[in-house]
């Protein structure tokens, strides 16, 4: 074997596991982008109640009512606030933009109402209010996501409710 | 000559390892998950541990998935013979309430969105579902109508039904490969 195809050969071997891994690491990437380019950013984005209709994202629950935060915490951080209803599964998750939930609490779990929480970028610091969550990103932009269960369809005013009452600031670092 | 081999050889190394990725991360994050009869979930979906071909099945399979410290989500294609659902039978969903604060079973079409019906009738929960005197419940998933607790499969060959357990309790989460999950029992045709 001469030692140019020796060479080839390891070319095409190390060129092959950089794409292999490149590839794993850009899909979760892109398929998260893809979601959050349709997203208004650092804004509120109430969704309906899933049907056959909903084909933003896989697997919608038809019993959980979504609301939604593109958020990009590069330049400066957010203050997400909303009511938290009683006695009912309502929850709030934060995605990296590798689609990794780093975060998550829920009804039973938070401590004062109206629930506030300060998104910031990390190694960041900022003046929060007081009784407010402060969670750091491991990413610039991610996808903050509220889950509030439908116990029945009755509840639906209920959810959307609190829903409407859900806001965004943008604040200031330090 | 030795140029022609080195472009030869960059030029076919970063399409082996894309096909590669594409062809091994559906069987590796499915050798990641655990089995419970028909069911099967990946405890490690949505967790920052995730190894890096269950992340990207979850990105395309269930994109936002809780952690599941908060929710464990499993999936079922097969039945509890171990045979591929098929919307030519009708299929008994039944069992005993899971242990956790809330759940759901939502019946998915092979591309994971709702199937569009009449009724619009997605899922069943905790709150719709009716308890017989042991604490059992049960409903269909069939073409064929049903009077009572049906999902419709509306001309479907194949689907996904999916369990949410919210907050799952310790016997879940302890023994989620052996606890009881409910039976997907097909009925015949």
């Given at each position: 074997m001469t030692p140019f195809i020796i060479i080839a050969i390891i070319l095409f071997l190390v060129s092959a596991v950089i794409a292999h891994f490149i590839t794993l690491a850009v899909i979760p990437r892109q398929l998260m982008k893809k979601l959050m380019d349709r997203l208004p950013v650092n804004a509120i984005r109430r969704e309906r109640r899933p049907d056959a209709n909903s084909r933003g994202v896989v697997q919608p629950s038809p019993d959980l009512v979504y609301t939604n935060v593109n958020y990009d915490v590069s330049k400066a951080p957010i203050l997400f606030t909303s009511p938290v209803p009683a006695n009912c599964y309502w929850s709030v998750s934060i995605f990296q933009d590798n689609t990794d939930n780093f975060f998550v609490i829920n009804d039973r779990q938070i401590?004062?109402?109206p629930f506030q929480l300060m998104l910031v970028k990390r190694g960041k610091k900022v003046d929060a209010p007081e009784n407010t969550v402060v969670v750091q990103s491991p990413t610039n932009k991610g996808i903050l996501l509220v889950r509030h269960l439908v116990t029945s369809d009755d509840k639906m005013d209920e959810v959307k409710a609190i829903q409407r009452q859900a806001a965004v600031e943008i604040k200031q670092y330090r | 000559m030795p140029v022609i081999l080195v472009m030869i050889a960059l030029l076919l190394g970063p399409i082996a390892g894309y096909w590669t990725a594409i062809k091994a991360y559906k069987r590796i994050s499915a050798r990641a998950s655990i089995g419970n009869g028909p069911w099967y979930a990946n405890l490690a979906a949505g967790s920052e541990k995730v190894d890096p071909y269950t992340r990207v099945s979850v990105a395309k399979n269930g994109i936002l998935a809780l952690r599941q410290s908060e929710t464990i989500y499993y999936s079922a294609r097969k039945d509890d013979q171990g045979n591929w659902l098929n919307g030519d039978k009708v299929y008994r969903i039944e069992g005993k309430?899971?242990?956790?604060r809330w759940w759901s079973i939502t019946l998915y079409g092979t591309d994971h969105f709702l199937i569009p019906n009449e009724l619009n009738r997605y899922s069943y929960n905790m709150n719709n579902v009716e308890y017989d005197e042991n604490g059992r419940f049960s409903f269909y998933v069939s073409n064929t109508p049903r009077e009572g607790a049906w999902l419709p499969l509306n001309n479907n060959k194949r689907f996904v039904l999916t369990l949410r357990l919210y907050n799952p309790g310790d016997s879940i989460r302890n023994n989620p490969a052996k606890v009881e999950l409910p039976h997907i029992i097909a009925e015949g045709e």
């Open positions: 401590r004062s109402n | 309430k899971p242990d956790a």
